[in-house]
């Protein structure tokens, strides 16, 4: 934009350092808003590095819930604990029956040392 040439030289320097400098202005406000702001390249390298995580992510939770699929759900430990009692009780059974027999054994290994005395020494 230009002055009308019946204007002085001081109004035409004032006029141009005025412009001058609202143009600095503008540029280092331009300058300074700006850098605060995230360019294109920079916006990309974020998605990438953000987007190779959730793909990573997306992974280990399908690992999660293919594992959680296989675990037993709680009526099959249900299950598991009913047969570990079932066979708590035939153990108990067997010691049982066990002991009853140790009690018959005693008296047959009494009865052979007795017969075995008696053949051997003739001692009762």
Do not use: C
């Not at 793909?55 to 099959?76: F, V």
């Amino acid at each position: 934009m230009a002055l009308p040439s019946d204007v002085g030289i001081d109004a035409k320097l004032a006029y141009t350092v005025v412009r001058d400098v609202a143009t600095l202005a503008f540029f280092a406000w331009m300058i300074i808003t700006n850098r605060a702001r995230a360019n294109r390249s920079e916006i990309d390298a974020v998605r990438k590095e953000y987007g190779a995580r959730l793909d990573r992510h997306g992974e280990r939770l399908t690992t999660i819930d293919t594992r959680m699929e296989a675990m037993p759900r709680h009526g099959d430990l249900e299950n598991i604990h009913e047969r570990i009692n079932r066979v708590i009780t035939s153990v108990s059974d067997v010691g049982k029956n066990v002991s009853g027999i140790q009690g018959a054994m005693d008296g047959i290994k009494n009865q052979l040392t007795l017969l075995t005395n008696h053949h051997i020494g003739g001692k009762d």
